[in-house]
Structures are given as structure tokens and as C-alpha cells.
Nanobody
């Protein structure tokens, strides 16, 4: 397992952009996959983006087009670029990691808050 620390959240006007970062305590190169989830008040945590160790990214239909996940193995950092922000993107965004293909998600960050106002 690795320790994950997110940053980059904040208060932003609708239509703006943010880039969230997630720094790992150790190497991410060997991790099976990493991802971003978000949780809005009163809602369940939902997947936003996922990326494998081979840099294959995928997104749920609700996140396609405005979200871009990327990883920098040299910096041990995962990123999430969010464009054209909407008020409904307001949530706490969490970074997570799967150590192996068998482990499932076994590391979570504490989250970074994103608030989008119109």
C-alpha cells in the first residue's frame, strides 16, 4: 500500500478548470491501477476516472469529455484535469490505488474539496 495525498481543489466559477494532484509516498510505477472518485454531499462515492499501469485510461459515461486522468511515474503523481466545471461537479475528490490486479482498491487519500459556483 501507498500513502496518497490529494491537492488542487478549491472554489471555482462554473466554466473554469482545475487540475487535481495526488502524490504517492512511494513508486506508482508498479501499481496495477489508480483512479479518482468523488463524493457529493448525501451521495455515494462514484468513479470519475481510472488509469492502468500501461496508461490506459477509461471514464464512466458521465465523466467522458471533461475529465482527463494522467500519471507521472517519475514524480509518483496522479493527476485529474477537469474542464468546463459545473456546479454538479461539487464534491470531495479522492485518489485511490490498486496494488495488484487481485487486491482491488487498497489505498485511499483523504480527499480534496472542489466547490463550483455559478
Amino acid at each position: 500500500q501507498v500513502q496518497l495525498v490529494e491537492s488542487g481543489g478549491g472554489l471555482v466559477q462554473a466554466g473554469g478548470s482545475l487540475r487535481l494532484s495526488c502524490v504517492a509516498s512511494g513508486s506508482i510505477a508498479g501499481l496495477n491501477a489508480m483512479g479518482w472518485y468523488r463524493q457529493a454531499p448525501g451521495m455515494q462515492r462514484e468513479l470519475v476516472a481510472h488509469i492502468t499501469s500501461r496508461n490506459i485510461a477509461d471514464y464512466p459515461a458521465s465523466a467522458q469529455g471533461r475529465f482527463t486522468i494522467s500519471r507521472d511515474n517519475h514524480r509518483n503523481t496522479l493527476y485529474l484535469q477537469i474542464n468546463s466545471l459545473k456546479p454538479e461537479d461539487t464534491a470531495v475528490y479522492y485518489c485511490c490505488a490498486e496494488t495488484t490486479s487481485y487486491s482491488g482498491i487498497d489505498s485511499w487519500g483523504r480527499g480534496t474539496q472542489v466547490i463550483v459556483f455559478s
